[in-house]
């Protein structure tokens, strides 16, 4: 055996921190400016405390996310786009309208149908008098809240593709998304729980198409992959000690691994950084007590529960979920992106069949859960800093899917999605679709842009923010993106 | 999209099991000797890194097996193993026992293992795509034959027929038979070049044009990927066809209309005809990626190998050998490259030569920070998701094929399903890209949640059942021996005095004697000792 090396003070401060955890361990070596050139250059906090809160690259408005994701391709005319001149449309040939018009734009080139109006009745909303479909009465009052994208478009007319074009600026699996370059950006503020939290649909219709892929961390570190919390039984896999085990039990086998660790790098110096980067027992032990309190819905007052729609079978499961998604940002977590719907077809937004009973069904299930979360956010003084997006992967086309109920199908040329809160300006539009909202015609919107100016309004520099991979430097955006100005408060 | 199965798929099928026509060799290879290289690259290593200060000591014997298996076999050595290893008075024990473990089943599978996952591990391909286990056993099957890595290569990139039957297939099915996802991959694994940049943009920062990119794209031009029906239940699997004619084409960039045909042409200024059917490209490409010539291949995988075993490469990345990068220890590299094509690609030879190299012999050193120099030695690396579950079969001592323990995969991994039950369990948890460095390798709350709180740990580190445990105490061992017995087991080697001295006052401290030692041996596989290769 070789005899110890003589303690550096390094290891002196392993020995002396028994009461700090691990993280905590190489919070303070971080802190002491103990971790050489990485460290210095920035490198060394992110190898070893990849979650700790990080300052942006300028003041950002928002500090937080909440993406509730519109899956499955929820048809803008039929939403938030008003287009009157579909009703002169109505039963007339897209081709008249657009010579250029191509069977394969939709999913199912053989039940092309004539343009149709919408079969909602769409009336003013708000101070700014927003024309909104009749399927949000809820969301109609947040109007002035509210900044539109009318002309968002996007490179497939696929699900899967399209669902990672949006979740991470490229159509194909394999690259980090929104939540995980943002938590890779910021850093989280909880210390307790996942700094990326993602909800799908609890009511057994699946998870998006692409499943895990929508929310994992592509090539960045696995820390920033997003954590899904199951629909169902224990949202977080192992999250409970085994049963009879206390929590000073385990408490007290953690020290003890700790305990053994640090004798073991009195040893050899310099595995204080390998035990910090792939160990992460502090922050689970802590979770395991901190995410079931964020959880725990009953700790929540009548009127706040019946304000986001606890309770109505409408839509209890999704009122649930933006009500955890409160409480998780409340307490520090970074990004959190809920699903409305699960897989394709009826199990979602993506109504190709009835389009009229499949959005009037999905609207119902979320109209008054986000309504409801952006009330509740404005009255804790939270709406300011939080940005909340609502959008889908595409958009639908203005003309019906044929079939016994009318359906509309997959439109990559147009979409509409909504921000607000941290940084918006409210009670604006951005862009234009055409006349009857077959393609983004004014002002177009990439989805690399849109992802600009994400990023923008948390303080981040969409050119700025980027990671080695392979041997080239990547971004969310590409080599592409411009932040919308207009739509920034 | 489905076709029928014909005759010369069949055989052409045959073929590529049977093993494709070696190399065209003018001379038998030559095998030069393991210990010589060893020694001549000990020699270099030092001369490159300029070694002033003492070296690190030799490691003991015991952290050597512990190393050695676990690098060459995926497994931690058994107790009785160990013993006998550091009883063994035998001088020439330690060359012994890695051709031992070179031979052994577990040598085969550990490394067939690692290549799956390097080839696959980007795909979302599902079963119908990806025939995981037929490719998987392939894998091992060629490691456990000791086929030259240029025959594997080879085979992979002229594979055709049906990808249920013809397991090499699966290398470009899983790709969906997409040329730009297959050259991209090609280029990276075996050449450590990054053409893909170049797919759509000529930066200066990148060596390879974009032209470059695509007239490599072109040498699968005509490889199709056909489905076939489904037959007698087996799913609706996926064939690679020799497309009749045709060329790849690449968009203008002046007019994105516009699309110019490509003719396949390697890297180096090699072409073959535009008219050249599809087998025809893909044969002279393999003889051009495998060409004793060729000056990536060789030290592609030798950068990749030596990465694996020492936990630093020669290139900071093993997908990255592009001109703009400088390699630390230039001649070593160089060396070992030179005389691993003399030997014809012999794996097996490389494996033998590094482990008995001084600089894997000696004690472990920490990771140098980035750009540093590295070290004249090993450093640790979190050790591969299979290597962890074989870990944890070896000390928990459970059947993987227990169904009574729950097996829930993390709901945040991939979406589609390799392994089935525990072992899928832990590979989802602890699932990361072989090809990345040690360093970018992190830990997260899922693999932290298992191993703290996961039926299959807490089952098999208690004191009642079948556990390894219970039987120590109803044998009537003291608690001394017994925390020895856990350290051998857990973590290969003897505790030292004061980790002894720890224990004891923990036991002490906890007083319930049982619980004590569940809670030591529960802290002992949650270590981070105990994930790390040392």
Request: glycine fraction near 8%; proline fraction near 7%; include cysteine.
């Given at each position: 055996?070789?005899p110890?090396?003589?303690?550096?003070?390094?290891?002196?401060?392993?020995?002396?921190?028994?009461?700090?955890?691990?993280?905590?361990?190489?919070?303070?070596?971080?802190?002491?400016?103990?971790?050489?050139?990485?460290?210095?250059?920035g490198?060394?906090?992110?190898?070893?405390?990849?979650?700790?809160?990080?300052?942006?690259?300028?003041?950002g408005?928002?500090?937080r996310?909440?993406?509730?994701f519109?899956?499955?391709?929820?048809?803008?005319?039929?939403?938030?786009?008003?287009k009157?001149?579909?009703?002169?449309?109505?039963?007339k040939?897209i081709?008249?309208?657009?010579?250029?018009?191509?069977?394969?734009?939709?999913?199912?080139?053989?039940?092309?149908g004539?343009?149709?109006?919408?079969?909602?009745?769409?009336?003013?909303?708000?101070?700014?008098?927003?024309m909104?479909?009749?399927?949000?009465p809820?969301?109609?009052?947040h109007?002035?809240?509210m900044?539109?994208?009318?002309?968002?478009?996007?490179?497939?007319?696929?699900?899967?593709?399209?669902?990672f074009m949006?979740?991470?600026?490229?159509?194909?699996?394999?690259?980090?998304?929104?939540?995980s370059?943002?938590t890779?950006?910021?850093?989280?503020?909880?210390?307790?729980?996942?700094?990326?939290?993602?909800?799908?649909?609890p009511?057994?219709?699946g998870?998006?198409?692409?499943?895990?892929a929508?929310?994992?961390?592509?090539?960045?570190?696995g820390?920033?992959?997003?954590?899904?919390?199951?629909?169902?039984?224990?949202?977080?896999?192992?999250?409970?000690?085994?049963?009879?085990?206390?929590d000073a039990?385990?408490r007290?086998?953690?020290?003890?691994v700790?305990?053994?660790?640090?004798l073991?790098?009195?040893?050899y110096?310099?595995?204080?950084?390998?035990?910090?980067?792939?160990?992460?027992?502090?922050?689970?032990?802590?979770?395991?007590?901190?995410?079931?309190?964020?959880?725990?819905?009953?700790?929540?007052?009548?009127?706040?529960?019946?304000?986001?729609?606890?309770?109505?079978?409408?839509?209890?499961?999704?009122?649930?979920?933006?009500?955890i998604?409160?409480?998780?940002?409340e307490r520090?977590?970074?990004?959190?992106?809920i699903?409305?719907?699960?897989?394709?077809?009826?199990r979602?937004?993506d109504?190709?069949?009835?389009?009229?009973?499949?959005?009037?069904?999905?609207?119902?299930?979320?109209?008054?859960?986000v309504?409801?979360?952006?009330?509740?956010?404005?009255?804790?003084?939270?709406?300011?800093?939080?940005?909340?997006?609502?959008?889908?992967?595409?958009g639908r086309?203005?003309?019906?899917?044929?079939?016994?109920?009318?359906?509309?199908?997959?439109?990559?040329?147009?979409?509409?999605?909504?921000?607000?809160?941290?940084?918006?300006?409210?009670?604006v539009?951005?862009?234009?679709?055409?006349?009857?909202?077959?393609?983004?015609?004014?002002?177009?919107?990439?989805?690399?842009?849109l992802?600009?100016?994400i990023l923008?309004?948390?303080?981040?520099?969409h050119?700025?923010?980027?990671?080695?991979?392979?041997?080239?430097?990547?971004?969310?955006?590409?080599?592409a993106?411009?932040?919308?100005?207009?739509?920034l408060? | 999209?489905?076709?029928?199965?014909?005759g010369?798929?069949?055989?052409?099928?045959?073929?590529?099991?049977?093993?494709?026509?070696?190399?065209?060799?003018?001379e038998?290879?030559?095998r030069?000797?393991?210990?010589?290289v060893?020694?001549?690259?000990?020699?270099?290593l030092l001369?490159s890194l300029?070694?002033?200060?003492?070296?690190p000591?030799?490691?003991?014997d015991?952290?050597?097996?512990r190393r050695?298996?676990?690098?060459?076999?995926?497994?931690?050595?058994?107790?009785?193993?160990?013993r006998q290893?550091a009883?063994?008075?035998d001088?020439?024990?330690?060359?012994?026992?890695?051709?031992?473990?070179?031979?052994?089943e577990?040598?085969?599978?550990?490394?067939?293992?690692?290549?799956?996952?390097?080839?696959?591990?980007?795909?979302?391909?599902?079963?119908?795509?990806?025939?995981?286990?037929l490719?998987?056993?392939w894998?091992?099957?060629?490691?456990r034959?000791n086929?030259s890595?240029?025959?594997i290569?080879?085979?992979?990139?002229?594979?055709?027929?049906?990808n249920?039957?013809?397991?090499?297939?699966?290398?470009?099915?899983?790709?969906?038979?997409?040329?730009?996802?297959?050259?991209a991959?090609t280029?990276?694994?075996?050449?450590?070049?990054?053409?893909?940049?170049?797919?759509?943009?000529?930066?200066?920062?990148?060596?390879?044009?974009?032209?470059?990119?695509?007239?490599?794209?072109?040498f699968?031009?005509?490889?199709?990927?056909?489905?076939h029906?489904?037959?007698?239940?087996r799913?609706?699997?996926y064939?690679?066809?020799?497309?009749?004619?045709?060329?790849?084409?690449?968009t203008?960039?002046?007019?994105?209309s516009?699309?110019?045909?490509?003719?396949?042409r390697?890297?180096?200024?090699e072409?073959?005809?535009?008219?050249?059917?599809d087998?025809?490209?893909?044969?002279?490409?393999?003889?051009?990626?495998?060409?004793?010539?060729n000056p990536?291949?060789?030290?592609?995988y030798?950068n990749?190998?030596?990465?694996?075993l020492?936990?630093w490469?020669f290139?900071?990345?093993?997908?990255d050998?592009?001109?703009?990068?400088?390699?630390?220890c230039?001649?070593?590299l160089?060396?070992?490259?030179?005389?691993?094509?003399?030997t014809?690609?012999?794996?097996?030879?490389?494996?033998r030569?590094?482990?008995l190299?001084?600089?894997?012999?000696?004690?472990?050193?920490?990771?140098?920070?980035?750009s540093?120099?590295?070290?004249?030695?090993?450093?640790p690396?979190?050790?591969?998701p299979?290597q962890?579950?074989?870990?944890?079969?070896?000390?928990?001592g459970f059947?993987?094929r227990?169904?009574?323990?729950?097996?829930?995969?993390?709901?945040?991994?991939?979406?589609?399903?390799?392994?089935?039950?525990?072992r899928h369990?832990?590979?989802?948890a602890?699932?990361?890209?072989?090809?990345?460095?040690?360093?970018?390798?992190?830990?997260?709350?899922?693999?932290?949640?298992?191993?703290?709180?996961?039926?299959?740990?807490?089952?098999?580190?208690?004191?009642?059942?079948?556990?390894?445990?219970?039987?120590a105490?109803?044998?009537?061992r003291?608690?001394?021996?017994?925390?020895?017995?856990?350290?051998?087991r857990t973590?290969?080697?003897?505790p030292?005095?004061?980790?002894?001295?720890?224990?004891?006052?923990?036991?002490?401290?906890?007083g319930?004697?049982q619980e004590?030692?569940e809670?030591?041996?529960?802290?002992?596989?949650?270590?981070t000792e105990?994930?790390t290769?040392?």
């Amino acid at each position: 055996m070789t005899p110890p090396n003589v303690y550096t003070r390094r290891e002196l401060l392993g020995r002396a921190g028994c009461g700090l955890g691990l993280l905590g361990l190489a919070c303070l070596l971080h802190e002491e400016g103990m971790l050489g050139t990485a460290a210095a250059a920035g490198l060394g906090s992110r190898a070893l405390e990849p979650m700790a809160p990080r300052q942006p690259h300028f003041p950002g408005r928002a500090k937080r996310v909440v993406w509730i994701f519109i899956n499955g391709g929820p048809s803008h005319v039929d939403t938030w786009d008003y287009k009157p001149a579909l009703a002169r449309w109505d039963g007339k040939s897209i081709r008249e309208f657009d010579p250029t018009f191509k069977n394969t734009t939709g999913f199912f080139a053989k039940q092309v149908g004539a343009l149709m109006k919408s079969p909602f009745r769409f009336t003013p909303r708000g101070r700014s008098g927003k024309m909104v479909s009749e399927i949000f009465p809820h969301l109609g009052e947040h109007v002035d809240k509210m900044a539109f994208i009318h002309s968002g478009y996007t490179e497939s007319n696929n699900h899967s593709p399209a669902l990672f074009m949006m979740n991470t600026g490229f159509p194909r699996m394999g690259f980090p998304c929104v939540g995980s370059w943002v938590t890779y950006g910021l850093g989280s503020e909880s210390r307790n729980l996942p700094g990326f939290v993602v909800m799908s649909d609890p009511k057994g219709r699946g998870l998006p198409k692409g499943h895990a892929a929508n929310w994992g961390a592509g090539f960045l570190p696995g820390v920033y992959q997003g954590t899904h919390l199951r629909p169902t039984g224990q949202p977080i896999d192992n999250l409970v000690r085994p049963a009879g085990e206390t929590d000073a039990a385990q408490r007290s086998q953690l020290d003890l691994v700790k305990r053994l660790n640090e004798l073991h790098q009195e040893r050899y110096a310099g595995e204080a950084e390998l035990t910090a980067r792939i160990e992460s027992f502090e922050l689970a032990y802590r979770m395991q007590a901190a995410a079931p309190e964020a959880m725990d819905l009953a700790a929540e007052p009548a009127h706040v529960q019946k304000l986001y729609g606890l309770g109505d079978p409408a839509c209890d499961h999704f009122a649930r979920q933006c009500l955890i998604a409160r409480r998780l940002l409340e307490r520090g977590v970074r990004f959190v992106q809920i699903y409305s719907g699960g897989m394709e077809n009826q199990r979602s937004w993506d109504g190709h069949i009835d389009i009229k009973g499949n959005h009037t069904q999905f609207a119902g299930e979320t109209d008054r859960p986000v309504a409801g979360l952006l009330t509740d956010l404005e009255r804790r003084g939270l709406l300011d800093e939080t940005l909340v997006i609502w959008g889908g992967e595409f958009g639908r086309l203005p003309i019906a899917q044929t079939g016994a109920k009318p359906g509309r199908d997959h439109n990559p040329h147009c979409f509409t999605a909504w921000l607000a809160g941290g940084g918006v300006k409210g009670g604006v539009r951005y862009g234009e679709s055409d006349e009857v909202g077959y393609k983004a015609a004014v002002n177009k919107v990439h989805i690399n842009d849109l992802h600009a100016t994400i990023l923008h309004l948390l303080g981040l520099d969409h050119k700025r923010l980027t990671y080695r991979y392979n041997g080239r430097e990547f971004r969310l955006t590409d080599v592409a993106g411009e932040v919308i100005h207009e739509i920034l408060a | 999209m489905s076709a029928p199965r014909t005759g010369i798929q069949l055989a052409a099928c045959l073929l590529c099991l049977s093993g494709v026509p070696a190399l065209p060799a003018a001379e038998p290879p030559r095998r030069p000797a393991e210990e010589d290289v060893a020694r001549r690259v000990d020699a270099a290593l030092l001369r490159s890194l300029g070694v002033h200060e003492p070296l690190p000591p030799p490691v003991d014997d015991v952290t050597f097996l512990r190393r050695v298996s676990l690098d060459l076999t995926g497994k931690l050595p058994r107790p009785d193993e160990l013993r006998q290893f550091a009883a063994d008075k035998d001088p020439g024990k330690r060359l012994k026992q890695i051709d031992r473990l070179l031979t052994s089943e577990d040598y085969a599978v550990n490394w067939g293992r690692y290549w799956r996952d390097v080839l696959t591990y980007h795909t979302p391909a599902s079963g119908n795509y990806l025939r995981w286990e037929l490719f998987n056993s392939w894998l091992v099957d060629q490691v456990r034959r000791n086929r030259s890595w240029g025959e594997i290569v080879t085979a992979l990139v002229t594979a055709v027929g049906v990808n249920d039957e013809c397991a090499p297939v699966n290398y470009l099915t899983a790709q969906f038979g997409n040329p730009v996802e297959i050259a991209a991959t090609t280029s990276r694994v075996f050449l450590g070049q990054q053409l893909q940049c170049a797919q759509c943009h000529d930066a200066k920062a990148e060596p390879w044009k974009r032209e470059q990119f695509h007239e490599f794209v072109a040498f699968f031009g005509r490889a199709k990927l056909v489905q076939h029906k489904d037959v007698s239940g087996r799913g609706t699997p996926y064939a690679i066809e020799g497309r009749e004619n045709g060329q790849y084409q690449m968009t203008d960039k002046k007019d994105p209309s516009h699309l110019i045909d490509m003719r396949p042409r390697f890297l180096t200024g090699e072409a073959v005809s535009p008219e050249a059917p599809d087998a025809e490209r893909r044969a002279a490409l393999a003889r051009l990626l495998t060409s004793p010539q060729n000056p990536w291949f060789a030290r592609a995988y030798v950068n990749r190998m030596w990465t694996a075993l020492m936990g630093w490469g020669f290139y900071a990345s093993v997908n990255d050998l592009g001109p703009h990068q400088t390699p630390q220890c230039r001649e070593v590299l160089d060396l070992l490259a030179a005389e691993w094509t003399a030997t014809g690609y012999d794996m097996r030879w490389l494996f033998r030569t590094l482990t008995l190299t001084q600089a894997y012999q000696r004690a472990l050193r920490p990771q140098p920070a980035a750009s540093a120099a590295p070290p004249p030695a090993v450093c640790p690396s979190r050790l591969r998701p299979e290597q962890i579950f074989e870990a944890l079969v070896r000390t928990l001592g459970f059947d993987e094929r227990d169904k009574s323990i729950p097996a829930p995969a993390p709901s945040a991994s991939p979406a589609v399903a390799r392994h089935t039950g525990l072992r899928h369990m832990v590979y989802m948890a602890f699932r990361v890209d072989p090809s990345l460095p040690a360093e970018e390798v992190h830990g997260t709350i899922p693999q932290a949640l298992l191993m703290m709180n996961s039926v299959l740990v807490n089952t098999y580190v208690a004191a009642r059942g079948k556990t390894y445990l219970a039987d120590a105490l109803a044998q009537g061992r003291s608690d001394e021996e017994i925390v020895r017995g856990l350290y051998e087991r857990t973590l290969a080697r003897k505790p030292r005095a004061e980790e002894l001295d720890l224990c004891r006052r923990y036991l002490a401290k906890v007083g319930n004697r049982q619980e004590a030692l569940e809670d030591v041996f529960w802290s002992l596989v949650n270590s981070t000792e105990f994930v790390t290769k040392r």
